[in-house]
């Protein structure tokens, strides 16, 4: 079996549109929240900062956990256990070089993501958005016990929604 891949993620919303990134993977243009994955003694909020700095160029303050979601790729069977914050927009650093694949960060609407279904990296994207439409915030003390984090995946993966 394919060790569990672990990733952070964040849901920015802003007058109704929310962030997404545009990036090149597996030879594919996809949709996609922003986030990655945690280094070594990193939190997972540092981390989902860090990346959404590093794929957009904004700056944002994690504010909840929206939940832990489990995504198994039906070809390959590689399991993504994903971190999903929500976080709020700063500011924006529109000079900033984009990780590498990044083509754009985008603001869309709800409506114009769901146009863009068939370009989701995975269906954790639209499941992402709705539950964050919903209200779903979860205690973030669910995680307090799993640290760290790399090292605690399995009681993680407990908590995590099959997508």
């Known amino acids: 079996m394919l060790p569990t891949d672990l990733t952070v993620a964040a849901v920015v919303e ?3 549109r929310f962030l997404v990134i545009e990036e090149r993977s597996s030879g594919r243009d996809v949709i996609t929240q922003p986030g990655g994955h945690i280094e070594a003694g990193e939190s997972p909020e540092a981390a989902c900062v860090r990346e959404v700095l590093e794929e957009t160029g904004c700056d944002v303050t994690i504010d909840s956990l929206l939940g832990t979601y489990l995504w ?3 070809v390959t069977r590689q399991q993504f256990l994903r971190i999903v914050y929500t976080a709020e927009f700063l500011q924006q650093h529109t000079d900033r070089q984009l990780d590498d694949g990044i083509i754009a960060a985008h603001w869309l609407y709800k409506s114009e993501i769901e146009h863009r279904r068939h370009n989701f990296r995975t269906p954790a994207v ?4 709705d539950d964050f ?3 779903q915030r979860l205690p973030q ?3 307090a016990g799993a640290m760290p984090i790399q090292k605690r995946v399995a009681d993680v993966m407990a ?3 099959l997508i």
């Open 14 to 16: 802003r007058d109704g």
């Open 72 to 74: 198994i790729n039906p």
């Open 126 to 129: 639209m499941k992402c958005i």
């Open 133 to 135: 439409l919903s209200g």
């Open 141 to 143: 003390s669910i995680l």
């Open 159 to 161: 908590t995590a929604s």
